[in-house]
């Protein structure tokens, strides 16, 4: 009982101090697979010796100087293959060279930094975006393969290859280890955003299997924004990106209704809404817009649902100024999707009849073919305007191209609901 | 997980006594890790309950209380709430807190909160009931 809840209790203290612990060995031996296993050699110490003395009052530093003490080991190891490969007339190995006094002295800078250092790695743009969100969970989140299997509903194997071939991949194209500053901090900026986003939307809008929402994945999303918000306080799109994020996930509870099923925006019941969500976005914003002139994609998107938020009813939004903001990010995304969305504020703003003119425009647009939101939001539009008996086809046409269960088994109730309007209004 | 993280007041908290520049110091380096680690989600201290009032419900009848109260060691004198793994990991960052009343004997007590799926399956009554809710908030609306 002792036993496992000290195991439990270094867990805790391993979710805690991983990222830093990791961040600063992979600066020391700038390769992030060794960085692991020495951070992994310091965990199985830790785990070897605290259940006898107690957790130490500085737990970070401790696993940091156990996993030192290894790194010096296998980079004195290291030099002594290089030399011997040196007295025999061959080629020395790649790795660069480090000293313990470099060790020493990489121990006292920035720990901000080796987070930054860290994130950036896991989202360089070398890796694919899947292997950047696995890589991104593990090193940062302190997930293991196998959480993080499970929170993609893969198998674990699936994600272990995907890192092994990641952290391959970063170290065959030797990508540098140095924090960039300024523009080229901003330019690697983006490859982070999308990962961090694309994490949180899988957990939001689950696109496979039957649950609709997973919590836990958002959760991870939202913990690895607010991290990175305090690393690089500067960019404004970082503060977007964590505004959009907190006012999306105020909305969690209110999405899902008593069987489970999905409750759109305009039909949530907002006293269920998370005010204390909404107020830290609504303050995330306020950062970002005080940074940013023109405002960046995910500040626009923050902004759209911040005036979700603050309508008290579903008739008190703004769409007025919620197509506005689309009208921005359009042009700077130049996004179909977006053009989807924007299509829906307009029919809002100015009826269903405007709205169906631009989904109508959108209706070749190749990226969106096989995107079930466009007949989705057709059919909606036509059962507004009273065509009931199109209305239904097009929502039957969007429930055979949407992979979640829950949102599949919604768009075929509102087919039907058309088709039983389309057949009243032939009876009468 | 959402968490509480109530700090207990003391003799000194309810006396209103302001806590030292180095514990606010403490404090301050404290919250800003929580904050740089993405747990902190709210915090903030208390006034002494002097200040204080409570709205007391008995046998239907409704009383209003002035401060201060009694058994200060039941009293809040300030709070957290925390995003974290789970409660282990709550155990841990409270276990760095600095001592929030220096000199005294003082608690941090951590709750979790209630998240949705810990409702489990709703009776029908109270689903029922949800429901006219709903329907009455909706209609309120309209109207």
Request: with cysteine; hydrophobic share 45%; aromatic share 4%.
């Amino acid at each position: 009982m002792q036993a496992s809840a000290t195991h439990q209790a270094i867990e805790a203290v391993w979710r805690i101090e991983s990222a830093r612990l990791l961040g600063g060995l992979v600066r020391m031996v700038r390769d992030v697979s060794l960085a692991e296993d020495l951070a992994q050699e310091a965990l199985v110490l830790a785990l070897a010796h605290w259940p006898g003395t107690g957790i130490p009052d500085n737990p970070g530093a401790w696993l940091m100087a156990a996993a030192k003490n290894r790194a010096i080991d296998e980079l004195r190891r290291r030099r002594r293959v290089e030399q011997k490969h040196e007295t025999l007339g061959e080629e020395a190995s790649a790795a660069p060279p480090a000293h313990a006094m470099d060790i020493e002295r990489a121990l006292d800078e920035d720990v901000g930094d080796d987070l930054l250092r860290l994130l950036l790695v896991a989202c360089h743009p070398v890796l694919s975006t899947d292997a950047r969100a696995a890589l991104t969970l593990r090193l940062l989140g302190g997930l293991t393969t196998d959480e993080i299997a499970r929170a993609f509903l893969l198998p674990e194997p699936t994600i272990a290859q995907r890192i092994v071939r990641a952290k391959r991949t970063l170290a065959e194209a030797k990508v540098p280890f140095e924090v960039p500053r300024g523009d080229d901090l901003a330019a690697r900026l983006p490859s982070v955003l999308e990962v961090v986003y694309l994490i949180f939307n899988e957990g939001y809008a689950a696109t496979r299997g039957d649950e609709w929402i997973r919590t836990d994945l958002c959760d991870d999303a939202l913990r690895v924004g607010r991290i990175l918000a305090e690393l690089v306080p500067q960019a404004a799109e970082v503060h977007g990106l964590v505004a959009l994020m907190e006012l999306q996930a105020s909305r969690t509870r209110a999405r899902r209704g008593p069987d489970g099923e999905p409750v759109l925006l305009l039909e949530q019941d907002r006293s269920r809404w998370d005010q204390l969500l909404i107020r830290r976005g609504f303050a995330a914003l306020e950062r970002a817009e005080a940074l940013a002139r023109p405002l960046g994609p995910y500040t626009l998107q923050a902004a759209i649902a911040a005036c979700h938020a603050r309508a008290r009813t579903a008739d008190a939004t703004d769409w007025h100024r919620i197509v506005a903001l689309y009208d921005a990010l359009a042009e700077l995304t130049g996004s179909p999707v977006v053009e989807l969305n924007r299509a829906v504020a307009v029919a809002m703003a100015h009826g269903p009849a405007a709205g169906l003119e631009l989904v109508d425009a959108l209706a070749e647009e190749p990226a969106l073919r096989r995107y079930h939101l466009l007949p989705s939001v057709r059919g909606d539009l036509l059962a507004r305007l009273g065509r009931y008996a199109e209305a239904r086809g097009e929502l039957e046409r969007a429930a055979s191209l949407a992979e979640n269960g829950r949102e599949q088994a919604l768009l075929l109730a509102r087919a039907r609901e058309c088709g039983a309007k389309a057949a009243g209004a032939l009876q009468n | 997980m959402r968490v509480m993280v109530i700090v207990k007041a003391t003799k000194n908290s309810e006396a209103g006594i302001m806590p030292s520049e180095k514990l606010l110091g403490a404090m301050g380096k404290f919250n800003e890790e929580l904050v740089k680690a993405g747990v902190m989600l709210a915090g903030d201290g208390l006034q002494a309950s002097a200040k204080g009032k409570r709205v007391r419900f008995a046998n239907g009848k409704k009383s209003i209380v002035d401060g201060p109260f009694a058994e200060t060691k039941e009293l809040v004198a300030g709070f957290w709430i925390w995003q974290v793994k789970s409660m282990d990991e709550a155990l841990e960052w409270a276990r760095r807190c600095p001592d929030p009343m220096p000199g005294e004997e003082s608690e941090l007590e951590i709750r979790p909160l209630f998240e949705t799926a810990d409702f489990g399956e709703l009776s029908p009554e109270i689903q029922a009931q949800q429901d006219r809710l709903r329907t009455t908030l909706e209609s309120q609306k309209r109207g």
